[in-house]
């Protein structure tokens, strides 16, 4: 059992940036890959960014490419999620997820899911 927790959320103008983190508690991140989602009211959670469990390689929705970064920190069981150059577009929650099994981009492919933290980007 893998315990999530989003944190660094909040209010920002569009340009600007936030730092997204991802603590886990219960079991070592380092099992797994780490996956960041996203919700807008009304839409459908859309995949963001993922990275594999050594932190190798990184996967990223078209959208977000060259502004966002994911990273992971496995001695302090944490991953991260970059946000510069934020839209009002990238408003919604932000969710963290374990990767178990499946391709990255898809939700059912992860396990354990955070509760999730707020991002609202004005314009």
């Known amino acids: 059992q893998v315990q999530l927790v989003e944190s660094g959320g909040g209010l920002v103008q569009a340009g600007g940036s936030l730092r997204l983190s991802c603590a886990a508690s219960?079991?070592?991140?380092?099992?797994?890959?780490m996956g960041w989602f996203r919700q807008a009211p009304g839409k459908e959670r859309e995949f963001v960014a993922a990275i594999t469990w050594s932190g190798g390689r990184t996967y990223y929705v078209d959208s977000v490419k060259g502004r966002f970064t994911i990273s992971r920190d496995n001695a302090k069981n944490t991953v991260y999620l970059q946000m510069n150059s934020l839209k009002p577009e990238d408003t919604a929650v932000y969710y963290c997820?374990?990767?178990?099994?499946?391709?990255?981009?898809?939700?059912?492919?992860?396990?354990?899911w955070g509760q999730g933290t707020q991002v609202t980007v004005s314009s």
């Open positions: 997820a374990a990767h178990w099994g499946g391709s990255y981009y898809t939700s059912g492919a992860y396990r354990y």
């Open positions: 219960g079991r070592t991140l380092s099992s797994y890959a």
